[in-house]
């Protein structure tokens, strides 16, 4: 029974979906599923209810998942205490616009009781940069938000967020229960500058061109709608300060919050991190980074 089938194990049993396993492992399905039934055919049981919908463990792959756990953390501390003895034992995290938020907080305390003698170096990046400096190698694991360039990237989703329109509260858009991005159309939106990741920009301008002041920050963002009646998108439940208010937009799919790291960086560290990071925000309420 080798490691790396427990994690792909781990990975069924967490997604409840091979398609979805096999994406967070970056393989294709065919191979999972081998590796799969030859793990069930190694501990004499199925371990999954198969079904057009996706999969459920069955009461062998429950007692296996909690062993797979244990065994593979294991395998984790091991990795990381020859990290430490060999002077790699420091993490440089990137994190995006806004650092005050629960499942960062949850992170960074499981994170130190797992690995209580490794640095953390943090760097804050502004909303131009939402890959967090991966690309420039200035960072080993960025906690961010897509959509965003992963070339050269991994990533791992954590949870999603709805988002919503950030007005002024004396916007006759205020009063309305939800917004769609025809009822913006015809405003002037906070815009970020040229140079900032196509693909990043065109998520948080609704998917079209839009024009207005430009803004780099978190606070900057709610600047130009406070002083300037402009409008921009922001998480729904985003606490937007005095002056301002946040409507739900019906027609905007949610934010991805996301792990992401260099596509075959081995560092134990990191890997640690992501794990922890999986579970951290898994439970708790959407209070993300990158709030705007």
């Given at each position: ?128 940069d939402p890959a ?72 948080w301008n609704g ?86």
């Amino acid at each position: 029974m080798e490691l790396r089938t427990l994690r792909y194990f781990v990975a069924v049993a967490e997604e409840l979906h091979f398609g979805r396993a096999a994406a967070r492992l970056h393989m294709s399905q065919p191979p999972l599923s081998r590796a799969i039934r030859q793990l069930e055919s190694e501990v004499g049981g199925a371990l999954f209810v198969r079904s057009p919908a996706g999969v459920t463990l069955t009461a062998v792959g429950a007692v296996l998942l909690d062993e797979a756990r244990a065994l593979l953390d294991q395998a984790e501390s091991l990795r990381v205490r020859v990290a430490a003895a060999a002077g790699a034992a420091t993490v440089t995290v990137g994190v995006l616009g806004d650092s005050a938020d629960p499942g960062a907080t949850r992170l960074a305390a499981a994170y130190r009781r797992r690995h209580p003698h490794v640095e953390v170096r943090i760097r804050e990046t502004d909303l131009t940069d939402p890959a967090c400096g991966l690309h420039a190698d200035r960072v080993d694991v960025a906690l961010t938000r897509r959509p965003f360039d992963e070339t050269g990237l991994s990533v791992r989703e954590l949870r999603t967020d709805p988002v919503g329109a950030l007005l002024r509260a004396d916007d006759p858009l205020a009063r309305r229960g939800s917004l769609t991005l025809a009822d913006l159309a015809d405003r002037r939106w906070f815009v970020f500058p040229q140079g900032t990741d196509p693909l990043w920009q065109s998520y948080w301008n609704g998917g079209q061109p839009r024009e207005g002041p430009v803004v780099r920050a978190v606070v900057e963002c709610r600047q130009a709608v406070l002083w300037n009646g402009t409008v921009g998108m922001t998480l729904l439940d985003h606490e937007p300060g005095a002056g301002l208010t946040v409507v739900p937009l019906a027609d905007m799919p949610p934010s991805p919050m996301v792990a992401a790291w260099r596509a075959g960086d081995t560092n134990p560290l990191v890997r640690s991190l992501v794990r922890i990071a999986a579970a951290a925000y898994r439970t708790t309420g959407s209070k993300p980074l990158g709030r705007r």
